[in-house]
């Protein structure tokens, strides 16, 4: 009994360390694993294309990554330096000497009969940590020439930059632009735009920049407050953050998702606290009402969201927590079968 318990672990104990290892060599040669001292393959140092798509109903929406700017927790208004701290922590928001990371998001909605983009992000504008709009629309299986209309929440570059190309043509050359008749007459203005303070007149360069080959070609179309722009898709006024500033309601088979721009910079702070500002808001009362009213909106009809500055994809639901509110992020999903 005694020697038929010596197995060859018992006996590698004897024969020392190199018999060990010649046969975890072995081993792994028959297993197909690596030998023990293979060398350590190196990090891919990486990530996925940026985009998430699912369905509203009978409408695809592509969510893409356009990428990241830091953003100055100094720049929300109404709320105590200590209590903005407490809330980033909370919100597990990583915080550099910069600021916080704030995602910039753009959507893709196809309808079956247009192929639509809300916002287009910021191109060159805000340097090169975003700009990635176009590249991920392509990643995504889509072409910018595929794109027939653009829809865009505001005229702040990191929303209006995208819709134009290095060479100063248009990035979706066979789309229509469609700007809110408030917002253009604001941005687009040449005597306002002459009286704004200084810290103010890049907006309105980048704005003009942005519009201007949309309007050469006669494709700039100005639109009102409410007004349904397409089957299945309505314009929505969340004005205040600009005097023109909305979204756009997407509904189809009986569901439906509200693109809201900007309501949002601060996930952490604004849920929590809806009468926080930001210092770009350009009626800042107007802009915390506005909150207010969709995010109450949004809880009571359940109503998709997505969000320009929410983290990617930047889609899911919003509810009541006690006297606040709360984000719900959407679960990844596969796309139903056809």
């Known amino acids: 009994m005694r020697s038929a318990m010596k197995t060859p672990l018992f006996a590698l104990r004897r024969k020392g360390r190199l018999a060990a290892m010649i046969l975890a060599a072995a081993l792994g040669a028959v297993s197909g694993c690596p030998a023990a001292f293979a060398q350590v393959p190196a990090m891919q140092a990486s990530q996925a ?89 392509e990643a995504s299986g889509y072409s910018v020439a595929q794109v027939d209309a653009v829809l865009l929440t505001h005229l702040h570059g990191d929303h209006a930059c995208g819709i134009v190309g290095p060479d100063g043509a248009p990035a979706f050359p066979n789309a229509t632009l469609h700007v809110a008749e408030d917002e253009a007459a604001f941005w687009l203005n040449t005597e306002i735009a002459a009286q704004a303070p200084q810290d103010a007149q890049p907006f309105f360069k980048m704005a003009q920049a942005a519009v201007a080959p949309y309007r050469a070609a006669g494709k700039l179309k100005r639109f009102k407050t409410g007004e349904r722009l397409m089957p299945g898709v309505e314009a929505v006024p969340l004005h205040g953050h600009t005097p023109g500033h909305g979204g756009y309601m997407f509904a189809s088979d009986g569901q439906a998702m509200l693109i809201w721009g900007d309501v949002i910079h601060s996930h952490a702070v604004q849920f929590v606290r809806p009468d926080v500002s930001i210092e770009f808001d350009t009626d800042p009362q107007q802009a915390i009402a506005s909150r207010r009213q969709v995010l109450a909106d949004a809880v009571k009809q359940k109503y998709w969201i997505a969000g320009a500055h929410l983290p990617f994809p930047g889609i899911g639901h919003v509810r009541h927590a ?9 679960e990844y999903a596969p796309l139903p079968a056809n």
């Open 49 to 137: 294309p940026g985009y998430y798509r699912m369905m509203i109903g009978g409408f695809e929406v592509t969510a893409l990554y356009d990428g990241s700017i830091p953003l100055g927790v100094d720049l929300l208004k109404g709320a105590g330096s200590e209590e903005l701290a407490r809330l980033i922590e909370h919100g597990f928001v990583p915080v550099s000497p910069n600021g916080v990371q704030t995602a910039v998001n753009a959507y893709l909605v196809h309808t079956g009969k247009n192929l639509i983009l809300v916002d287009a992000g910021a191109a060159t504008c805000l340097g090169p940590t975003l700009g990635a709009v176009s590249r991920n629309i």
């Open 322 to 330: 006690g006297e606040r509110y709360e984000w719900i992020p959407a």
